[in-house]
């Protein structure tokens, strides 16, 4: 079975602090794909980034970077420098086929 | 940029009532999906749909539930008799083949 863990509920920073989201992912399938969706409070679901499981090489796209780590089973999301507009709720996601399995939500407050 | 369109935005209904949630997915897209996110909860999976047909369902999508592709391009979801706790915002997401799944802005369902 898939599963995503995102153990942390709400994190507040102030800003122009880094912040790190965790996410710990399950499967037993060697192919996999993970993701990262951001949910502003406007409610859509907006893509950030996807990372198959051959490619564990890290991403940075700006401000934000992201480290895979098979060995710990980890895909954890940085925000640099953070902004109040990256006040939202911060999904991690797992496919192994065509369902996403979704973790809980990282809901992170920036103040200004 | 393609994208995902749903309608309604918001729809308020009586417990009892028959609601239909409609969907444009991203026309080359193969893979269909519809998700349902509880107030203040996870991402969750209803349904897959792929090939005229349903692929995959989740324990939430019971009965009550149905979904078609009538004309090739709407892609719905039926709740025959709606329930208080049908109340959430239901995403619709479109897929092509193994890859990151997009989706629309959200179908806020409230049943009263």
């Known amino acids: 079975a898939q599963k995503v863990t995102q153990a942390q509920t709400e994190i507040s920073v102030v800003e122009k602090e880094d912040v790190t989201l965790d996410c710990v992912y399950e499967t037993r399938d060697t192919t996999y794909y993970l993701f990262w969706y951001k949910q502003p409070p406007s409610g859509e679901l907006v893509f950030l980034i996807r990372?198959?499981?051959?490619?564990?090489q890290n991403e940075i796209s700006g401000r934000y970077s992201w480290n895979f780590q098979k060995s710990t089973s980890s895909f954890n999301f940085t925000i640099t420098a953070s902004q109040v507009v990256d006040s939202a709720v911060y999904f991690c996601?797992?496919?192994?086929?065509?369902?996403?399995?979704f973790g809980t939500g990282t809901s992170l407050t920036v103040i200004p | 940029e393609p994208e995902v369109t749903q309608t309604p935005s918001h729809q308020v209904t009586q417990m009892g009532q028959e609601v239909i949630l409609r969907c444009v997915p991203i026309?080359?897209?193969?893979?269909f999906y519809w998700y349902r996110q509880i107030l203040g909860q996870k991402v969750e999976f209803l349904v897959s749909f792929y090939n005229n047909e349903i692929s995959e369902k989740s324990e939430i999508f019971d009965d009550q539930f149905s979904v078609e592709r009538p004309d090739g391009s709407n892609f719905t979801l039926k709740i025959r008799s709606t329930k208080l706790e049908d109340s959430a915002m239901y995403f619709c997401?479109?897929?092509?083949?193994?890859?990151?799944?997009?989706f629309g802005e959200g179908s806020w369902l409230t049943v009263v």
């Open positions: 990372r198959n499981s051959f490619d564990e």
């Open positions: 026309s080359n897209h193969l893979y």
């Open positions: 997401a479109s897929q092509i083949l193994a890859d990151t799944i997009y």
């Open positions: 996601a797992l496919t192994t086929g065509n369902q996403f399995y």
